[in-house]
């Protein structure tokens, strides 16, 4: 057994191959409570594989995947279920159930996992649709959406148990720059006000520092840095510098 920590998130020599495709090659990195912990990396290599792994949806071929000291790797299912009724995850396509309505999208965690009744379900789901600015939505299904609206709306159904721990896979790609800083700032809300600690996976660079305590690159399978989002600006780790240099020109530019 090794030492206990306060971080909510542990990953420990995460190792994973689908078939002879090695994508992860020993994944190292922890969230403390009430961080923001932005994740960067190409595309393709395996971010959103992570927070699979996270979830309990894919198992590693090695390693430990602690939340709140539990590892989700070997956790028996009664409780690997509950650790993830803790959890929220905004999935990179909205990923709403097509017939029914937002409002019954949202209601689902709560109708299955929770013994509220329906009044208070229905009180949980308004409050979650005016946080994500879709009060006047509920009753359309999720075809009636746009997309930026389907991505509020997924954001909403995760916020729905009031989950400790929030995972955003790309929370604000192809969203227009006002409901993509309509996120950001919920991130940043649900840090300060309901000390929620989240793992953000994005490649919208504003995003990334406007919500980040820290960020980590993930490259051929493992996280080459892990710092404060001041030294990515900063840092000669070449694809980390490449990576960032369109948004470094900008910078450079407004200044
Ligand atoms: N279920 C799966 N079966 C086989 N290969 C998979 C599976 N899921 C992901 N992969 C592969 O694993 C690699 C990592 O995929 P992943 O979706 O985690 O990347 P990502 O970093 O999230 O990329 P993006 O930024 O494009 O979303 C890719 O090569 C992908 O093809
Ligand atoms: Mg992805």
Redesign the pocket.
Known sequence: MSAPSDNRVEFRGVKLK?GD?V?LDGVDFSVAAQEVLVIL?L???????LLNILLGLLKPDAGAVLFKGEDMTTLPRPQLNRARTRMGMVY?TAALLSSMTVRENIALPLRELTEKNAGEIADIVDQKLALVDLAEAGDKLPSELSGGMQKRAGLARALALDPELVLFDEPSAGLDPINGKLIDDLIIRLRERQQVTSIVVTHEMDSAFAVATRMAFLHEGKIILDAAPDAFLTSDIPIVRKFLSVYSNREAHRA
């Open positions: 689908f495709k994508v990396g595309s393709g290599g395996g971010k959103s594989t990179q």
